[in-house]
């Protein structure tokens, strides 16, 4: 990692070296915080975490050749050589910063309450037409975990694409100040982490944090049919860039043919360019991620046909919205996570799935003091839509089932409390042939729902 020398690593740490001053010219090769995967020259960073405190794992660290350690706690007289901080974390993000002005690539920050991990994913296929790209990989989008996206930068990457994730005020402050975006990014103001929130206009303070730390010459680029984001008119001097679906946006589109399960094709208008693209996923939702990546693609000197070729090589992830063919089933995993803006969005797809259309939703988290509100209104939704049968599972998941009743007494339904109570009829209150959307939070744990499909058998 170039320039990152032990002695740069003290200094930018405010950290106290302890070891041979012969090492302090020498560059670390990466930096890691899991004990298990350790590189020869790397630093080892020890995170005090709830089950395991990652200093106990120093000397057998050490003993991997790690070239230097962290620690927040006095080592005493060692064989290695360690730097002493007063936080391991604030270290980390320290380091990272400084990382980033070594390399200066310009980085592309995402946030939003829906839709930044596959926001992501678009920009970055779309930017991987023209340039090597570095992006995200899966919930490393925290105080933490982006850090450690921006320490797998190397020389040879030209962009980084990093995910922004918060659930309080001064998050985003904080790591926006280490990634100091070129382009930012924000998709939509939802109703996600309103219990430190509270509001979306709180939401809408928290997201735009971001602004404080734009490049000069940077570009703001948000979704214009967002009413919270619409309101946005200047950001340090820089006009925001929106779009949306009407034409009074510099990037809209137009002409969006829904294709069910095999994605969504629409005509996308940019500078004065039109083209018609075929986006891979399913979901109305998906033109608004296509719209961000053509506006992010166009900032950096991308032709149109260019951006769409980026758009059409989109690949799904687990665990968002991939489509899977299980047990004779039509699987649509969307168990990642989940909010009311985001499940409706698949339960309105899954209407367009072969054979019987079958949800199981499970518990939405951090929704604060309206959570049975937003559950119950996804369930008066799911009640006006062309499904078959809705199976719930989780506390808060009954009132959304109950309303789904409500709306539809036609509707087919069924409450579990647990995972487990479901996991075992799983296989018979399914078939071959149906299309099964599988979605809730991620502490659900609905992955273990996808797991039984794939062994065709109860667990």
Request: proline share 3%.
């Amino acid at each position: 990692m170039r320039e990152l020398t032990i002695e740069r690593i003290c200094k930018v740490c405010k950290g106290t070296y302890h070891g041979p001053e012969a090492f302090l010219n020498r560059e670390i090769t990466a930096v890691s915080t899991d004990s298990r995967k350790i590189e020869e020259g790397c630093l080892y960073v020890p995170i005090v975490g709830a089950r395991a405190d990652g200093h106990s794992f120093i000397p057998q660290v050490m003993e991997k050749k790690a070239l230097v350690t962290l620690s927040e706690k006095d080592l005493g007289d060692t064989d290695y050589p360690w730097i002493q901080v007063e936080s391991s974390l604030q270290a980390v993000k320290d380091l990272a910063e400084e990382y980033l002005k070594i390399l200066n690539i310009p980085v592309v920050g995402i946030s939003g309450s829906v839709g930044k991990t596959s926001t992501k994913e678009m920009i970055a296929a779309v930017l991987s037409v023209k340039f090597r790209v570095l992006k995200t990989l899966g919930n490393f989008n925290n105080e933490l975990g982006l850090p450690l996206t921006v320490f797998r930068l190397r020389d040879e990457d030209q962009i980084a694409v990093l995910e922004m994730g918060i659930s309080d005020f001064g998050e985003m402050t904080r790591l926006a100040r280490i990634a100091r975006p070129k382009v930012e990014v924000i998709t939509n103001i939802g109703w996600c982490h309103l219990e430190n929130l509270k509001t979306r206009d709180g939401i809408l303070k928290a997201k735009t944090e971001m602004f404080d730390w734009i490049q000069k010459d940077g570009t703001v680029i948000l979704n214009g049919d967002d009413d919270k984001l619409s309101t946005v008119s200047d950001v340090q001097g820089i006009r925001p860039v929106f779009f949306g679906l009407q034409d009074k946006f510099p990037v809209w589109a137009d002409e969006i043919e829904n294709l069910g399960l095999m994605g969504t094709r629409c005509r996308i208008h940019a500078e004065g360019e039109t083209q018609t693209v075929h986006i891979p996923l399913p979901g109305n939702h998906m033109v608004y991620n296509a719209l961000a990546g053509t506006a992010v693609g166009l900032s950096f000197g991308m032709t149109l046909l260019e951006i769409c070729q980026g758009i059409e090589s989109l690949k799904p992830l687990s665990g968002r919205f991939n489509i899977l063919t299980l047990a004779g089933r039509t699987i649509v995993d969307d168990c990642y996570n989940a909010n009311p803006v985001s499940m409706k969005a698949s339960l309105e797809v899954l209407q367009k799935g072969n054979g019987r259309k079958i949800a199981i939703l499970g518990d939405m988290g951090e929704l604060g003091e309206n959570e049975a509100a937003l559950h119950e209104e996804v369930g008066e939704f799911a009640g006006g839509l062309n499904i078959d049968i809705l199976y719930t599972v989780g506390t808060l998941t009954r009132g959304l089932e109950n309303k789904a009743k409500e709306k539809n007494p036609q509707l087919c339904t069924q409450h579990f409390n647990t995972l487990e109570e479901l996991l075992p009829k799983l296989m018979e209150k399914t078939a071959p042939g149906d299309t099964v959307l599988v979605k809730a939070s991620h502490f659900m744990q609905f992955e273990k729902i996808i797991e039984a499909f794939k062994k065709g058998q109860t667990i």
